[in-house]
């Protein structure tokens, strides 16, 4: 997702009783204290309540009495606005607090104070009842004069006090500089090597000579000994590297080590168990970003919550959301569906590609030669409709085609057969917040031809799969995606704005030729009609070579469009050659993975990684595993396997991008809903969830705080205030679970 801001204070909680109004002042940022009267000797002034605080000195403090029962922490807040931040400067943020009773973990920030209430740091300490001093430093990406310091106090159900003393912005110290912890040098795939697969690991170290080393079993007994491989720079990290190779080992086991230059690697197994758990969590994570559906605790312990935007208060709900101001007459039901990452919005773009990447995992295991689709059967996921008698992956890519549906213009209408591109917020919201607790109008935004597009290669997908389930829902689907094309057509050049970033991401695309060659594939694959041969045939990117460095992604749907056309069955003209793309395709990414020693199939132009890096290592993993099931030559299948070594702890920072599966795994990924790091009542990401990694613009504040100037595969860091790299995705959370369905169908 390409976004993002959060909200500081809501317009409604600025409704405030002010403890002091003090005209501002001018105010210089370097080594200056930005705070008016931050320990409270005399007086509360200038510092402001909502209207529903009680604030009070006390012994030298200022001191909030909170109210229970309000929904959000920005319903209760105190705070102190006009305060001057200088962009590039860097800054001190400090204060002592404490909370009677103790559990409490207010949201302390400095961010705008005006519309639209951007966040520049915040952290939520848990205070204390004796009370403890706090200090963070940061770097204002920012000039302005309109600076808030709040403290959001509500969201909880019952009443407590909250007092603060020796508050303080200080401007002009120097800015910490933020160290990773990664841990040993040597790094591997922290979850699990297959028994016949590839074995390789990383050594980071200041030798130019080959070194010793040794695996180890749990036992601490060595069982396999060799020598590393110098590598020199690697310049995805800006480490002087070495190679380790130990795949000559094939014993299955649990605890393995591997010990060079004086360094013990993380543990990890040799097996294929975790593969087939990773297979499964990749894909129950979509339970819980359900919309429009209860989430009971009974399927997924510890991630219970309300059914969201169903029409029951404070929500707006979706089942019956009006169009932006000016675009429409008419209201649409658009309840169900998966929210798209961490905030509550609803997509068609992006949406589409998770749901094909999904749909993919399914087909690819009945076209396959190593495919099992019994292992994606009826009850292996634990969803409401375990037991249908329909595989659980069709259940659930399910619950996003019937929200996909709803989002096509009804027949009669400007548009009709289009679909609107997405539904979200009319404004940002903040963290945390569940979806039952999202206050917010929703809006429809406009038709688009690249939504249509998603609209019609997904349904005309699904109508091949879904038919021997439901005839019905297989009908209804084609008809729809028939009707998206002729929409489509009709409306060639409808592209999604730039500037329609409001509440929700833009997903700006100005070319839908790919779109048009990937709607006109999954017709022609479902339906065999000339018209869709003739329109891929014709299409320019039919010969094109459409698999980039990068990877495909929701911006980039030629490619599913060629893997398809290489894998299901089909009498197209020229099949020959669109496998052998995918083939050739597949080898560019082995050349890459083979110069990259930390073995990733990703190297991207000028080392600038891009949004959502760790899907894009996925999908071109994807494109390598395709390769193998197109030729069954061992190099592809070795390849595809090593790829997914980066993502569970082969890199730079020595850590897995998937939560639950390595020693050390993302676990505070950007989210609404799993936000334990600023709620501890909340739960965190649901195993299984990818993170998006290594980001090299950062744009987000907290990121750009800790890490400007990064390399890289250093340009990540596991806080949830980082939406750039760290959010979690469906789209991206789709491309893991493909891979890891692949991994664990080797044998």
């Not at 500081?8 to 930005?34: F, H, K, N, S, W």
């Not at 709040?150 to 002009?172: A, K, N």
């Not at 039952?436 to 688009?448: A, I, V």
């Amino acid at each position: 997702m390409k976004r993002r801001r959060t909200t500081l204070l809501t317009t409604a909680a600025l409704v405030a009783a002010a403890l002091v109004t003090v005209p501002a002042g001018p105010a210089a940022a370097d080594e200056v204290e930005q705070v008016k009267n931050g320990t409270f000797d005399d007086s509360s002034a200038p510092w402001w309540t909502t209207s529903n605080v009680t604030a009070e000195l006390s012994a030298g403090q200022l001191c909030a009495d909170v109210p229970g029962g309000t929904a959000n922490r920005w319903d209760a807040a105190v705070g102190q606005n006009d305060i001057t931040l200088v962009k590039g400067e860097s800054y001190r943020f400090s204060f002592t607090a404490s909370g009677v009773p103790e559990g409490h973990a207010p949201r302390a920030l400095v961010g705008l104070a005006v519309e639209p209430y951007d966040t520049y740091f915040e952290a939520s300490p848990a205070v204390s009842v004796s009370g403890d001093t706090y200090t963070y430093t940061f770097t204002s990406p920012v000039d302005t004069t309109q600076g808030q310091v709040g403290f959001q106090l509500g969201g909880g159900s019952d009443p407590w006090r909250f007092c603060m003393d020796d508050v303080s912005l200080l401007g002009g110290v120097p800015p910490e500089v933020y160290e990773p912890d990664t841990g040993p040098r040597v790094r591997v795939n922290q979850v699990a090597y297959l028994p016949a697969g590839p074995k390789n690991a990383t050594l980071v170290t200041d030798s130019t000579e080959p070194m010793p080393w040794q695996l180890r079993n749990a036992d601490g007994r060595t069982v396999a000994r060799g020598r590393s491989v110098p590598r020199g720079t690697d310049v995805s990290s800006g480490q002087n590297v070495q190679s380790i190779d130990f795949g000559a080992y094939r014993k299955r086991g649990e605890g393995f080590t591997l010990v060079a230059d004086g360094q013990t690697s993380r543990p990890f197994d040799i097996g294929t168990a975790a593969y087939e758990g990773l297979r499964a969590d990749a894909l129950k994570y979509y339970y819980t970003q359900r919309s429009g559906i209860e989430i009971l605790g009974s399927l997924r312990p510890g991630y219970a919550r309300p059914a969201g935007h169903v029409d029951v208060a404070p929500n707006r709900g979706d089942g019956n959301v009006p169009c932006q101001p000016g675009l429409c007459d008419y209201t649409l039901d658009v309840t169900g569906g998966w929210y798209d990452a961490g905030d509550h919005g609803k997509y068609v773009i992006n949406g589409g590609i998770a749901t094909w990447e999904l749909l993919s995992t399914y087909e690819r295991s009945l076209t396959a030669r190593t495919g099992s689709p019994g292992r994606l059967g009826d009850g292996t996921l634990d969803i409401p409709e375990s037991g249908n008698k329909v595989p659980d992956i069709l259940d659930e890519a399910r619950w996003e085609l019937e929200f996909l549906l709803k989002m096509q213009v009804p027949a009669g209408r400007p548009l009709a057969g289009m679909a609107h591109s997405k539904i979200h917020d009319e404004q940002w919201t903040g963290l945390p917040l569940l979806p039952s607790q999202d206050p917010q109008k929703r809006e429809l935004h406009r038709p688009t031809t690249q939504a249509t597009l998603n609209l019609a290669a997904t349904a005309a997908q699904a109508a091949r799969l879904y038919r021997p389930y439901d005839r019905a829902f297989a009908a209804e689907a084609l008809k729809a995606a028939r009707t998206a094309w002729k929409a489509a057509l009709a409306h060639p050049d409808t592209y999604p704005s730039e500037t329609d970033g409001t509440g929700g991401g833009a997903y700006y695309d100005s070319d839908a030729r790919d779109e048009f060659y990937w709607a006109a594939a999954e017709l022609y694959l479902t339906t065999g009609d000339k018209e869709f041969a003739d329109h891929v045939l014709g299409s320019p990117l039919h010969t094109a070579d459409v698999f980039g460095p990068t990877g495909f992604d929701w911006s980039r749907t030629a490619a599913p469009a060629r893997l398809d056309l290489a894998t299901v069955a089909n009498r197209l003209p020229g099949r020959d050659k669109v496998r052998r793309s995918v083939v050739e395709a597949a080898d560019a990414y082995l050349a890459t993975l083979d110069a990259q020693p930390y073995g990733m199939p990703y190297a991207p132009a000028g080392n600038a990684y891009d949004w959502g890096s760790s899907s894009q290592v996925l999908n071109n993993a994807v494109v390598v595993a395709t390769a193998y099931d197109l030729t069954g030559r061992s190099r592809y299948r070795d390849g595809a396997v090593q790829s997914m070594d980066y993502i569970l702890g082969r890199n730079a920072l020595n850590q897995s991008y998937v939560t639950g599966y390595g020693e050390v795994a993302a676990h505070n990924q950007h989210s609404r809903w799993y936000a334990h790091e600023l709620d501890p009542n909340l739960p965190g990401p649901p195993k299984g969830t990818l993170a998006g990694g290594p980001n090299s613009s950062i744009q987000d504040p907290y990121a750009q705080s800790k890490l400007t100037g990064c390399v890289g595969q250093f340009c990540y860091i596991d806080d949830i205030q980082s939406w750039s790299t760290n959010e979690t995705a469906v789209n991206w959370n789709a491309a893991l679970a493909w891979m890891a369905s692949f991994v664990a169908d080797q044998r």
